[in-house]
């Protein structure tokens, strides 16, 4: 499919599927909305959980793989809660919903998802690093931590509704050397973090979640972003330089207000990318289930 500017059929039917966004799954969005309460409690999370069985089941096969190296099997939701965390269980929750809402039956497009979760995964535990090299406060972190995970969940979105023509619009960001958001938005006339954060409100995400989404690729000029907004910044260019080119295209270079912010040097920031890496690593068994 040849890409022009002026591509106006294409921008349509990104438009109209802005309209039609998919649902998440109604239990994920009442353990979101629980979870923000400082009175949620064990009980209330289970239960709401056990209404949907596939959900269930999957948290279980995700906290049961290599990744978590638990040293018993995991049986139930209260378990989970008791040696995760709520938060944390949330996150898994909020992943595993966002995967569901956005799956495919096409081999080719579960491929290409596939990269773009180890991508996120990357983003995610390197994000969760700096938030605690920077000394946050824990339930900070755990935000941090899935906005990493979901900061791309526009792009997710296009790859999946809109596969060959955003696979067009990646290769035109590689052959011109242009940046990708430039691309997206002159192309499809959004970028993939303006829908993503058009999806996390629709989701009823919290605020800095949708923050962190929405903010990650680029930071205006005049402006200083919250703690987790250069979280997912910077473990954004670092995940990209990790991704294959074809899933991430070429992206923009960390901006100076969030290296200044690190505040690391150049080993320190060469040791962040080579965590990052084998976390990914650790990851692609508990990857594999979601």
């Avoid at 629980?34 to 959900?55: F, H, Q, V, W």
């Avoid at 390197?126 to 900070?140: F, T, V």
């Avoid at 931590?145 to 999946?160: A, E, K, M, P, Y």
Wanted: glycine share 6%.
């Amino acid at each position: 499919m040849a890409l022009r500017a002026d591509n106006m059929l294409l921008r349509r039917y990104v438009e109209k599927a802005m309209v039609d966004l998919p649902a998440l799954p109604t239990v994920v969005m009442q353990v979101v909305q629980a979870t923000e309460k400082e009175t949620a409690t064990t009980s209330e999370i289970e239960s709401m959980l056990m209404a949907d069985a596939a959900i269930t089941t999957k948290l279980l096969k995700v906290v049961n793989s290599a990744y978590f190296g638990l040293p018993r099997q995991i049986v139930n939701v209260n378990q989970t809660i008791a040696i995760l965390g709520m938060h944390q269980v949330r996150n898994l929750v909020m992943s595993i919903g966002v995967l569901n809402a956005l799956n495919s039956p096409s081999p080719r497009i579960l491929e290409t998802q596939k990269a773009f979760w180890q991508h996120s995964f990357a983003s995610a535990t390197c994000a969760e690093s700096i938030a605690k090299a920077k000394g946050l406060p824990k339930k900070d972190i755990e935000t941090i931590f899935i906005g990493g995970l979901l900061h791309d969940v526009g792009r997710l979105f296009l790859f999946t509704l809109f596969n060959l023509p955003y696979m067009e619009v990646l290769k035109e960001s590689i052959n011109r050397g242009e940046h990708l958001e430039s691309v997206e938005a002159r192309i499809l006339g959004v970028t993939h973090a303006q829908l993503g954060g058009i999806l996390a409100e629709k989701w009823n995400f919290p605020e800095g979640l949708i923050e962190m989404i929405s903010q990650h690729d680029i930071i205006p000029d005049g402006t200083v972003p919250k703690d987790g907004v250069f979280c997912a910044h910077i473990a954004d260019a670092i995940a990209n330089e990790l991704a294959p080119k074809e899933i991430v295209g070429t992206p923009s270079p960390v901006d100076a207000k969030a290296r200044l912010w690190l505040g690391f040097n150049e080993d320190q920031y060469e040791g962040l990318k080579q965590k990052t890496a084998e976390q990914v690593e650790l990851a692609k068994d508990m990857l594999g289930v979601m």
